[in-house]
T-cell receptor, first 115, second 107 residues
Framework: EAGVAQSPRYKIIEKRQSVAFWCNPISGHATLYWYQQILGQGPKLLIQFQNNGVVDDSQLPKDRFSAERLKGVDSTLKIQPAKLEDSAVYLC?????????????FGPGTRLTVL | KNEVEQSPQNLTAQEGEFITINCSYS?????LHWLQQHPGGGIVSLFMLSSGKKKHGRLIATINIQEKHSSLHITASHPRDSAVYIC?????????FGKGTHLIIQP
């Protein structure tokens, strides 16, 4: 069974540029999460999808961050424009259930550096 | 670069025994995952720890940030606990995985 795929693995951009990350969850997993992990902090949930609907995006900085999961399968997370403080690892995870306590399967992450 | 070391690499025990798997890492981290992988299956997250201790059923995970060390304990082990247990440390590089501990619980 293939795991959660993410791309790119690394990205370096200048502030005010745009960037997009892609995630393909495990086949059949209805729930998809995007996390942001800033150095020195624990991962922070940005958005949770259940199929193609948003369950929780309360911590997503909506003025610059957007995410979609149009067909309920893969997802993209976009930052436009990027700020220095967006430098972090962006993790995607998926699970079969909708509860936060359901087991989540993690992708390898995308490390973003904003210069 | 963070290095994550696990011990033991292989462990065979009898059903009912108390199991301990250790994980040490070399640089500061923000959180540590304990993951489980069954033969032919994907990786499943058991715990995510930033400090202290967490318990879920017969599984207990502890972390000592100062000592850069975490342990996973299984009480009253069962053959269905047989799997590879992997610790993965979060830092700026993302997830750094240990090589895993192959656990076999014999009936």
């Amino acid at each position: 069974e293939a795991g959660v795929a993410q791309s790119p693995r690394y990205k370096i951009i200048e502030k005010r540029q745009s960037v997009a990350f892609w995630c393909n969850p495990i086949s059949g997993h209805a729930t998809l999460y995007w996390y942001q992990q800033i150095l020195g902090q624990g991962p922070k949930l940005l958005i949770q999808f259940q199929n193609n609907g948003v369950v929780d995006d309360s911590q997503l900085p909506k003025d610059r961050f957007s995410a979609e999961r149009l067909k309920g399968v893969d997802s993209t997370l976009k930052i436009q424009p990027a700020k220095l403080e967006d430098s972090a690892v962006y993790l995607c995870a998926s699970s079969t259930g909708a509860l936060r306590t359901d087991t989540q399967y993690f992708g390898p992450g995308t490390r973003l550096t904003v210069l | 670069k963070n290095e994550v070391e696990q011990s033991p690499q292989n462990l065979t025990a009898q059903e009912g025994e108390f199991i301990t798997i250790n994980c040490s890492y070399s640089v500061g981290i923000s959180a540590l995952h304990w993951l489980q992988q069954h033969p032919g299956g994907g990786i499943v997250s058991l715990f995510m720890l930033s400090s202290g201790k967490k318990k879920h059923g017969r599984l207990i995970a502890t972390i000592n940030i100062q000592e850069k060390h975490s342990s996973l304990h299984i009480t009253a082990s069962h053959p269905r606990d047989s799997a590879v247990y992997i610790c993965a440390a979060f830092n700026a590089d993302g997830l750094t995985f240990g090589k895993g501990t192959h656990l076999i619980i014999q009936p």
